[in-house]
């Protein structure tokens, strides 16, 4: 019965089971798996934004592209992913098109593993007690929320609040961002209302913005040390019921010969000011 020369016959309609050892015949790839683990990686591309995640998260890394001109550039990075066993490709300009989705790849792109955004409470615990929050509604362009990071980076702001934590992920947001998203935190906040009420109790000033409702100008406003700074999209700037949450309303003055300034400048001028008083 043990002899490894013995014939097994079975029936021809017996249907063929999938090798899961992956040492005969065809490895069987569970979809359902690979469309979770496609949901958690992203692609992220420009040189600036793979030094910066390779300095501070090279274990998210899960494969990587270069060019041949950068890569004298990324040698610490090849380096590490070779004795890591991480897999990489030297590859032309048209194949690290198609493997970063963009002919604006810079030269290299990396897949990565998302992170995930924080809840309220778990950032509360380790807040500072000098912080600035802050919070975008209904803002979801890639290129605003990359130049966005890159202000809050270079002001200090670690935190930022978002309905979908995985926008600050993308390859085009990671790139505008220029290194600065990789000392941003994402903040998970599918309903401002709760996390807005947490961060009052907290101690936070919550600062609302508009060009137009704005009752007390920038320039004549006394920032807090600790506060959550809310913006909304440029059309229609914050909903009613985000409105209503603020302890302060701010404007910035300005000729009024444009309806209202771009959110990534508006983000630029209020966090100048907070840092300013507060730095």
Not at 191 to 204: S, T, V
């Amino acid at each position: 019965d043990r002899s490894p020369w013995k014939t097994v016959s079975r029936a021809p309609n017996e249907e063929d089971k999938p090798d899961h050892g992956g040492i005969a015949g065809k490895s069987f790839i569970d979809p359902e798996q690979l469309r979770r683990q496609r949901a958690e990686e992203t692609r992220v591309y420009g040189e600036n934004a793979c030094q910066a995640l390779f300095a501070s998260r090279p274990d998210a890394i899960v494969r990587a592209w270069f060019v041949q001109s950068v890569t004298p550039r990324f040698r610490e990075a090849l380096r590490w992913m070779a004795a890591n066993r991480k897999a990489y490709h030297v590859v032309d300009d048209e194949e690290l098109a198609k493997a970063s989705g963009t002919e604006h790849h810079g030269g290299v792109c990396f897949l990565i593993k998302k992170r995930n955004g924080l809840d309220a409470a778990t950032y509360l615990k380790t807040a500072a007690d000098t912080d600035c929050v802050l919070a975008l509604e209904d803002v979801g362009n890639p290129h605003n929320l990359g130049g966005i990071m890159r202000t809050c980076a270079h002001f200090g702001v670690k935190g930022l609040m978002v309905q979908d934590a995985s926008m600050l992920e993308s390859g085009a947001a990671v790139r505008t961002a220029e290194g600065g998203a990789e000392h941003i935190q994402a903040i998970d906040a599918d309903g401002f209302d709760g996390a807005l009420d947490e961060f009052r109790r907290a101690g936070y000033t919550i600062v609302t913005t508009s060009s137009h409702k704005g009752t007390t100008p920038l320039t004549k406003a006394s920032l807090p040390k600790k506060m959550v700074l809310v913006l909304g999209q440029e059309r229609d700037g914050l909903s009613e019921t985000v409105m209503q949450k603020g302890d302060l309303s701010l404007s910035i003055g300005g000729t009024g010969q444009v309806e209202s300034l771009n959110v990534s400048v508006a983000t630029g001028i209020l966090l100048a000011e907070w840092w300013r008083q507060n730095a």
